[in-house]
């Protein structure tokens, strides 16, 4: 039986599960996720892990922040006047927007607070901050 390796396209089910044992994301119930090891299109702690795989082998694999979605960073949460965000918009918090920089660049924000005049917003990863477990169960490899 082979195992997978760099350049090799690989098909995974997988949970990912937070520090206190909540989940957060599964493929389970979809298609598997395919991704080719090397690409870095996942978190390099998950292609390593698959690195050396076996089809239905499993693994459990934990990232700490640093290597997962970075520390949160407090200089990434700001308050912004109402008025800046479209009327259109209904405020929740936790509603996703997607703004974009002075460069141009599209930017991912969350609402985590919001009142008839300002609108805090959080452009950290959702999962910033946060140590992450997987368990990983490799169902295919690309011919």
């Given at each position: 039986?082979?195992?997978?390796?760099?350049?090799?396209?690989?098909?995974?089910?997988?949970?990912?599960?937070?520090?206190?044992?909540?989940?957060?994301?599964?493929?389970?119930?979809?298609?598997?996720?395919?991704?080719?090891?090397?690409?870095?299109?996942?978190?390099?702690?998950?292609?390593?892990?698959?690195?050396?795989?076996?089809?239905?082998?499993?693994?459990?694999?934990?990232?700490?922040?640093?290597e997962a979605f970075g520390p949160h960073r407090e200089e990434l949460v700001q308050t912004v006047e109402r008025e800046r965000v479209p009327e259109e918009v209904e405020l929740e918090k936790g509603t996703r927007l997607t703004a974009t920089d002075a460069e141009g660049n599209k930017v991912a924000l969350t609402v985590i607070d919001f009142d008839d005049q300002t609108v805090t917003l959080d452009a950290n990863h959702p999962l910033a901050g946060q140590d992450l477990t997987f368990e990983v169960r490799l169902v295919g490899i690309d011919d």
């Open positions: 039986m082979s195992s997978a390796k760099s350049g090799d396209t690989v098909h995974i089910h997988y949970t990912g599960k937070l520090a206190d044992g909540t989940p957060f994301e599964s493929s389970e119930g979809r298609d598997p996720v395919a991704f080719t090891i090397g690409e870095g299109r996942v978190l390099p702690a998950l292609e390593q892990a698959v690195d050396g795989m076996a089809v239905g082998e499993e693994q459990t694999v934990t990232v700490e922040e640093t």
